[in-house]
């Protein structure tokens, strides 16, 4: 079993519509939680960062962890052709004095005009 | 967020050349800078773990003396394909650990090694 499950997609919705983007894991320990947005041959760009249970909003975008589901989520309001790209989720957590970090495989997202 | 860049951001070489990616973190000093790789449509994969004024830690399978990290001040990272081959060619991204350990990312050097 992967450490964290991702749907790749692709993901197609209309403009305007509601996005639901999320990610399993498997490990307790993971005590961080990251979404990043990458467009096609750019570097990822950190969209929520969370540590806790429970909901996270930033402008159109949440972020919701359920610690004993093992669950997250992304959701994306009002969603716009230029949200467009994969999503990658990310999990940390303290190893042997460092942090370990996991990413998902991503969901690639199309947003249609 | 932490702002991060690296050069060049596209690089062709002739194969058996070497190349060097430098990764800077513009305004945060990164004890900890890490380095990917990712081919088209697939996830990141991590290469190496650099922290400043020490050996890097690399993953398994990546190869040391092909890739050599060099994280010689908090606000530089810099990797070195030697003797680099089309196989190498890949889209090669840094980052670095936050102060709330997240992880902020380069915009990524794109590499083809003809």
Known sequence: QKEVEQDPGPLSVPEGAIVSLNCTY?????QYFMWYRQYSRKGPELLMYTY????????????????SS??????????????SATYLCAMSALGSGTYKYIFGTGTRLKVLA | GAVVSQHPSRVICKSGTSVKIECR????????MFWY?????????LMATSNEGSKATYEQGVEKDKFLINH???????????????????FYICSLQGPYNEQFFGPGTRLTVL
């Open chain 2, 37 to 45: 790789r990712q081919f088209p449509k697939q996830s990141l994969m």
């Open chain 1, 70 to 83: 093992k669950y997250i989520s992304l959701f994306i309001r009002d969603s716009q052709p230029s949200d």
């Open chain 1, 52 to 67: 806790s249970s429970g909901n996270k909003e930033d402008g159109r975008f949440t972020a919701q962890v359920d610690k």
């Open chain 2, 72 to 90: 010689a001040s908090l606000t530089l990272s810099t990797l070195t394909v030697t003797s680099a081959h089309p196989e190498d060619s890949s």
């Open chain 1, 26 to 30: 498997s490990n307790s320990a993971f």
């Open chain 2, 25 to 32: 973190s513009l305004d945060f000093q990164a004890t900890t």
